[in-house]
């Protein structure tokens, strides 16, 4: 109580704080399988099915370099996130590894990084997932749905927006609810029905390729770098304008480290789903860009709905590879928006567990065992955004929030070892020591970060004033090592 403010600033909470084992916590249901679900149903479906609309016309088919880049940094980062998720398995991911390691200030405005990076993520995935239902209705039934009803009432046209007073976009609002409603369940049903999905994913993704191929033309891919720099995308530009826009759909390593409570032996599963996830995620990324690269080219990407769909029915000739693909698109979608909203809670949960914001988002239903209040306020203010705004600009958002993130985790990691003390040899440890790769991850996190747009900075600095301003007038007062003795 007569702690000095930058005592209060600094302050950390002790390393192996595990609030599961608390009464009324979270169940200690997932092992390593659905885990790693989790990991790849938050990340593969997002950056293939919707982003490269918006990255192929910024950087051609050097878009490849783009995604090659966005996973160096992740697999950088995701070695950091493994060595912490040992050291500190509990829910709240970066938060709390910030929490325990650089002071509850900086884990304050990491959290409010991680609510707009999930926050954001699950209505833009919810939104994109509006154009592949409408395409997998349309060769299946022959109907698409109004357009007033999946139009969003703000609309950006040739980055100015545009009011359509008729119109709300009402599909993703649906797919918020079902999700609402499956997570508000319990954990073990919604894992478990992530990792269905997302081995229908998989299988779908894969069926892609295989077709893809059959219409692949070298041509594709020149010129290579995109040669249009009227926008200042020409060349290396921008493959690494392209990089932060797909950077948000590595989402899912930082999704794997908010379930640390729910995990059956964490210290070792939680880094074994991480780094399984990023093999993954990465093997068909690369596969799918090379792919849907080969098939058409780069300028037709800009633009174009339901994208993948589009490709297979513009190389098979027929409408039913589309309809597969679209039904694929459809549950693959669902699960990345399914995994990102629980990601958001379980956030919220923990921050509410330090006292840095109201009791109500730490309150367990005593059936489910889910934090059910939390659950429907985050799925309320997803399901608005979704509804009434269009994805253009959420997408730089996130990544820059997921940027963020990284670079924190990074951090963390020679402080936690400086705090720990290197005589600890128990348990997974970065290689080549505390600071080449924690330094490397940092640089190329700034290096994707220097070229998002102008407008992303600009929303982001208002988004951390207003944490700022929270921390300060709740969040300080109220944490809970503010009342310790």
Not at 33 to 51: D, E, K, Q
Not at 388 to 415: C, E, N, Q, R
């Amino acid at each position: 109580m007569n702690q000095t403010l930058s005592q209060k600033l600094l302050r950390t909470k002790p390393a192996a704080t595990d609030a599961a084992h608390h009464a009324g916590g979270l169940v200690r249901t997932m092992g390593l399988f659905p885990l790693t679900m989790i990991g790849v149903g938050a990340t593969i479906g997002t950056g293939i099915f919707f982003t490269m609309v918006e990255a192929v016309p910024k950087a051609g088919p050097s878009v490849i370099l783009s995604f090659l880049i966005a996973a160096i940094t992740a697999g950088l980062t995701a070695l950091c996130y493994a060595e912490l998720a040992f050291r500190i398995p509990a829910s709240g991911s970066s938060y709390s590894f910030a929490y325990a390691t650089v002071g509850e200030f900086a884990a304050f405005v990491m959290a409010a990084c991680l609510l707009l990076e999930y926050g954001l993520a699950a209505s833009a995935t919810a939104i994109g997932w509006s154009d592949y239902l409408n395409n997998f209705l349309m060769h299946a039934v022959g109907w698409q749905i109004p357009a007033a009803l999946r139009t969003p009432l703000l609309e950006s046209h040739n980055s100015v927006l545009r009011l359509n007073p008729h119109s709300f976009n009402l599909p993703p609002v649906l797919l918020v609810i079902m999700c609402g409603v499956l997570l508000v369940r319990g954990t073990k049903e919604s894992s478990t029905t992530n990792a269905v999905m997302v081995m229908i994913k998989l299988a779908i993704l894969s069926f892609f390729v295989v077709i893809a191929f059959s219409g692949f033309d070298i041509h594709n891919f020149h010129p290579f770098f995109n040669t249009d720099n009227s926008k200042g995308l020409g060349g290396m530009a921008g493959v690494t304008a392209a990089a932060g826009t797909v950077f948000f759909s590595f989402i899912g390593i930082d999704t794997i480290a908010t379930a640390g409570e729910e995990v059956r032996d964490p210290t070792r599963t939680v880094p074994k789903g991480i780094l399984s996830a990023l093999v993954i995620v990465t093997v068909f990324y690369m596969l799918v860009a090379v792919a849907a690269l080969g098939a058409q080219p780069a300028r037709m990407f800009e633009g174009q709905q339901a994208g993948l769909s589009v490709i297979l029915e513009n190389v098979t000739g027929k409408a039913w590879p589309a309809l597969v693909l679209s039904a694929g698109a459809v549950i693959s979608v669902f699960s990345v928006t399914l995994v990102t909203i629980y990601g958001q809670t379980r956030i919220l949960y923990a921050i509410s567990c330090d006292g840095l914001i109201p009791g109500t988002f730490k309150q367990i239903h005593p059936r489910t065992m889910t934090p059910a209040s939390n659950t429907i306020i985050v799925c309320v203010v997803v399901g608005l955004v979704a509804g009434l705004v269009d994805s253009t600009f959420l997408w730089d958002m996130v990544s820059m929030g997921t940027l963020t993130a990284f670079i924190v985790v990074s951090v963390a990691v020679p402080v936690m070892r400086a705090k720990q003390g290197e005589a600890l040899t128990k348990g997974f440890k970065v290689p080549f020591g505390p600071y080449l790769v924690p330094g490397l991850s940092v640089l190329a996190c700034l290096y994707i970060m220097k070229d998002l747009s102008r407008t992303t900075y600009t929303v982001f600095a208002v988004w951390m004033t207003v944490a700022v301003l929270t921390y300060f007038t709740y969040g300080m007062r109220n944490s809970r090592l503010n009342r310790a003795p």
